[in-house]
Structures are given as structure tokens and as C-alpha cells.
């Protein structure tokens, strides 16, 4: 259990300085409705493991069951995909037949994570663990694949391909870290649940100061 205490609460202090640093940059105003997204994606991440520490540190049992703090981490890959598809891919991809490689490309490499994802929780893990676990790769996948389309996809006028590449980067590699940790917990892996916690902190913390820095270059 101290394991998964030190991974949640790392996790916890990575997106709560993400959400904080977010919020305080979108007040002057000059941030798009897409920079704003990703904070709500950083806040559900930063609840979701507020609520496995407390449930931790009040012996609820974490192992076994659906646990509501997994829906933060759905949550925040949610915003994530939703703030590609909603705000950005419109821009991006016209839908044209000489995109369709792109998006075959992105597609494929999406649903093969969600698989692999999948087949990598143990199998006699119990059922409501399982399903919380689904729900996890299915966000991160969703998410994935528009993160993956905007890393191939060629640059329009204005560069906001260019500008977004880094932060579509690092919420990728976010969800990798998240289905390597379930794998881990599913396998009572402890150790490397809170080994795969530090680079996921490490991207989460730089999450919106990268895209931040994007922004600016697509506003310049």
C-alpha cells in the first residue's frame, strides 16, 4: 500500500502544480478555450488520485474493485481528446483523401495500444477492477489517437501542428505511464507502479508550461 500512497501522491503534486500554474496563466485571458481543456484534465487527474490516497490512508480497500478514483484519470484523457477534437482537429485535417494515411496511420496505432493495454491486466484480476482498467485504456486511446494524428499530420498555414507537437508529445507519453501502471497493479507489481510515478510526474508537472509555450509560438 505504500507503493500505490507514494504514486497517487506524487501523481496528486505533479497535476495539482499543473492545475494551479494552468489556472493562474488562463486568467490573463490569452490563453485559448484548448489551454483551458487541458486544465480540467490536469484538476480531474489531481482529484481522482486525492481520492485513492484518502481511500489509502483510510484503509479502503484500492485492490479488487472499482474504485472512483480511476474516472479522474478517464476524465482527464477525456478533456485531453476532447480538446484535440473539439478546438484543433478541424484546423488540422480537412478530411481530405491525402490526409487518410494520417489518420489510418493513427487509428491503427491507437486501437493496437488499447489491446495491449487490455491484454496486459491480469487476467484473474477481479471483475470491477478489470472494468475500471478498461475504462482507463479506453480514455487513454481515445485521446491517443488525435495525440498521434497531430505528431504526423503536416503543418498548416499558422503552425499549430508545430506549436502543439511537444505538449501532444508528453499527454501521449502520459498515457503510457498510466496503462503501464495499471498492468503493474493488476500484477501486484507495487514497485513498478511508483517507478512508472516518476516520469509521469515529470510530465504532468510539464504538461501546460509546454503547452503554454506552444501557444505562444501559434499566437505570435
Known amino acids: 500500500m505504500m507503493y500505490i500512497l507514494f504514486s497517487e501522491t506524487a501523481v496528486m503534486g505533479a497535476a495539482i502544480f499543473g492545475t494551479v500554474y494552468g489556472l493562474i496563466r488562463c486568467r490573463s485571458g490569452k490563453m485559448p478555450l484548448y489551454a483551458l481543456m487541458s486544465v480540467m484534465g490536469l ?130 507519453c502520459m498515457g503510457l505511464m498510466c496503462t503501464v501502471k495499471n498492468a503493474a497493479l493488476s500484477r501486484d507489481g507495487y514497485f513498478f507502479c511508483a517507478l512508472s510515478a516518476i516520469p509521469q510526474c515529470i510530465l504532468t508537472a510539464a504538461c501546460f508550461p509546454v503547452l503554454e509555450r506552444g501557444v505562444r509560438r501559434w499566437s505570435e
Open 43 to 172: 484538476l480531474c487527474m489531481a482529484l481522482g488520485s486525492f481520492h485513492t490516497v484518502i481511500r489509502v490512508m483510510t484503509s479502503v480497500p484500492v485492490e479488487g474493485v472499482f474504485q472512483t478514483g480511476t474516472l479522474g484519470t478517464v476524465g482527464a484523457f477525456m478533456f485531453f481528446f476532447s480538446s484535440n477534437y473539439g478546438q484543433i482537429d478541424l484546423l488540422v485535417d480537412d478530411r481530405s483523401a491525402a490526409n487518410r494515411k494520417y489518420r489510418l496511420t493513427a487509428g491503427a496505432l491507437s486501437a493496437l495500444l488499447l489491446v495491449s493495454s487490455i491484454l496486459a491486466v491480469r487476467g484473474s484480476a477481479e471483475a470491477g477492477e478489470v472494468f475500471g482498467y478498461i475504462l482507463c485504456s479506453l480514455s487513454v486511446s481515445m485521446a491517443a489517437y488525435f495525440n498521434i494524428k497531430h505528431l504526423i499530420i503536416p503543418d498548416i498555414e499558422g503552425g499549430v501542428v508545430s506549436c502543439l507537437r511537444g505538449h501532444n508529445a508528453l499527454i501521449l
